[in-house]
């Protein structure tokens, strides 16, 4: 498994940035449920969306720089700016 996340390929870096904004909002709205019960918010809807999306920097630093895998790391870089694109859209007005 550890071999796994080792490789240097565009879908590894896709598929890294795609799960991991998805499991860091599920903690952040899980977290939030806890400390603030179901009626309060710790934060604003469109706050977990962006730490969710800045989740990804953690990944890109390590592929890009640790591991000197430029392929994973592009594709990560991919759908975090695609994900950038859709959070300003969806909260432009907001």
């Known amino acids: 498994m550890k071999e796994f996340f080792r490789r240097d390929n565009y879908l ?3 598929g890294i940035a795609i799960v991991l904004p ?9 977290l939030t449920n806890l400390l603030a019960g179901k009626n309060g918010d710790l934060f604003q809807n469109s706050t977990d969306q962006l730490l ?3 989740a990804n920097l ?7 720089l640790k591991l000197k895998a430029d392929k994973t790391g592009r594709g990560i870089l991919l759908v975090t700016f695609a994900l950038a ?6 909260n ?3």
């Open 58 to 64: 953690i990944p890109l630093r390590y592929y890009l």
């Open 22 to 30: 998805v499991i860091t909002w599920l903690l952040i709205q899980g």
């Open 85 to 90: 694109m859709i959070y300003f859209y969806l």
């Open 52 to 54: 969710s999306v800045f």
């Open 12 to 14: 590894l870096g896709i």
């Open 92 to 94: 432009w007005n907001s």
